[in-house]
């Protein structure tokens, strides 16, 4: 298969295939550029997708790469599946873990933030049932989690939380006026 011929033209996937299979053999370091850069659009076109999320798209792009590496690297093409939906999932997944972990100060475990996440929904969605916060039980009740998990999850909100240091802040003196700091 001459694939050198042709390196800045589409391939056919039967020679994107050629490569994949190469690799995973071989570890043909150009091989795995070659399909790197065979996948250029579709990294960036996951990443556009993520252009709202206040963050540079050259940035998103950047994370999709790797992600794009990875699957590259995890790939085996025995297993039948399209190389495209193998490493769209990979590009995505980096691109939000990137999102998840930016601007964070304190990283707290993705399953940590997932489940803090979901909470939120299901507050989101009784407060709006009920017409007032739910509390603790109803909250544990729908996440079919024990009441005590969903007061630690509500705790450890307040221990994520990040302060500015420039904030002001007001306490009563000695004399019993406010104060701010």
């Known amino acids: 298969m001459k694939i050198a011929d042709k390196p800045n033209q589409r391939l056919t996937e039967e020679e994107i295939q050629f490569l994949l299979t190469k690799y995973a053999q071989y570890g043909d370091a150009s091989a795995r550029d070659t399909i790197v850069m065979q996948y250029t659009n579709l990294v960036e076109s996951i990443a556009r997708k993520f252009a709202g999320s206040g ?7 950047q994370e999709g790469f790797i992600g794009l590496i990875n699957a590259v690297d995890l790939f085996d093409p025995s297993k039948g599946v399209k190389f495209s939906t193998y490493a769209t999932h990979f590009i995505i997944g980096q691109i939000k873990h990137y999102l998840r972990d930016k601007g964070k100060i304190i990283k707290e475990p993705a399953w940590l933030q997932e489940l803090n ?3 939120s929904r299901v507050i989101e969605s009784l407060t ?7 509390s603790e039980n109803e909250i544990a009740n729908v996440m079919n989690l024990p ?13 994520f939380k990040v302060s500015s240091l420039d904030a002001v802040t007001t306490h009563e003196d000695n004399n019993g006026y406010t104060v701010d700091t």
């Open 117 to 119: 996440q979901r909470m």
């Open 147 to 159: 009441e005590e998990t969903v007061s630690e999850l509500l705790m450890t909100r307040e221990v």
């Open 55 to 61: 963050e540079q798209v050259e940035d998103l792009v």
């Open 128 to 134: 709006q049932q009920y017409g007032r916060p739910p």
